[in-house]
C-alpha cells in the first residue's frame, strides 16, 4: 500500500489534494504535515513513496522538506503542488530533486493523471511550466561556453547557484562589488543567459551551486 506525504498549510488545499490523491491511487495511506518543521517530522518517522510538498510554509520553503526527502528517501517520488510559477521557484525545485513540478490552478482531473504518471517515470510538469523550460533552452541553446569560464568565473557562478547576492560574493572573495559585477555580466555572455535563476540552473548543474542539503 502506497505512503504518501501531503505537506500543504492551508486545509480546504490539504483536503483537495487529499481527494486527488485518493483518486490516482486505490489503495494508498496519506500522512499530512501542514508546516516545514511538521513536514521533516514526518520524513523522519516513516518511509514515503510518493510526497507532494507545496513551497510557501509558515515556517519556511517546502525546499527543505524536499532535500531532506531526496537525501534520506532517494527511492521517494518528490512532486512540488504550488501556485508559484515563477523561474526562479521551478529551477529551485528541479535543482533540488523534485520528480515534477504541478500548479493548483490545474483542473483535478489533469492532476490525477499526472500523479498516476509520475509513479511509473514520467515527469509531471504543469503545461506552462513545461512551455518555460522549452523557452529557456530554446533562449540558451546547447551550452558550449562552460569550458571557456575562468576558475574565478566558476567559483562566482557557483556562489549566485547558492543565492549569494553581489554584496556576499564580494566579501566572500574580497573583492569590490564593482568587480563581482564585471564576472557577473561576462558569466552571463559566456553562457547566453539573462537572469539569476537560470545562473543557478547552470550552476546546480555543473555541480557548482548544489545548496547545502538539511
Not at 1 to 24: F, K, P
Amino acid at each position: 500500500m502506497m505512503q504518501i506525504l501531503i505537506v500543504e498549510d492551508q486545509s480546504e488545499t490539504r483536503h483537495w489534494l487529499g481527494e486527488l490523491v485518493a483518486a490516482a491511487f486505490a489503495e494508498c495511506v496519506i500522512h499530512e504535515a501542514t508546516s516545514q518543521g511538521s513536514g521533516l517530522a514526518q520524513v523522519a518517522r516513516r518511509t514515503h513513496d510518493l510526497a507532494l510538498i507545496d513551497l510557501g510554509l509558515p515556517d519556511g520553503s517546502g525546499l527543505a522538506v524536499l532535500r531532506k526527502l531526496r537525501l534520506s528517501q532517494p527511492d521517494a517520488i518528490c512532486v512540488v503542488t504550488t501556485i508559484m510559477g515563477d523561474d526562479a521557484s521551478i529551477v529551485g525545485a528541479l535543482s533540488a530533486g523534485a520528480h515534477g513540478y504541478l500548479l493548483k490552478e490545474q483542473p483535478g482531473e489533469l492532476l490525477v493523471v499526472q500523479l498516476k504518471q509520475v509513479v511509473v517515470g514520467i515527469p509531471a510538469l504543469s503545461p506552462s511550466v513545461a512551455r518555460r523550460i522549452m523557452q529557456h533552452f530554446q533562449r540558451t541553446g546547447p551550452v558550449t561556453a562552460e569550458s571557456h569560464l575562468t576558475t574565478r568565473e566558476r567559483e562566482v557562478l557557483g556562489m549566485i547557484g547558492r543565492g549569494l547576492r553581489n554584496a556576499e560574493v564580494a566579501h566572500a572573495l574580497q573583492l569590490s562589488e564593482n568587480t563581482i559585477a564585471g564576472y557577473i555580466k561576462d558569466i552571463y555572455r559566456k553562457l547566453g543567459i539573462s537572469s539569476r535563476a537560470e545562473a543557478a540552473w547552470h550552476a546546480t548543474r555543473l555541480g557548482l551551486g548544489t545548496p547545502d542539503l538539511i
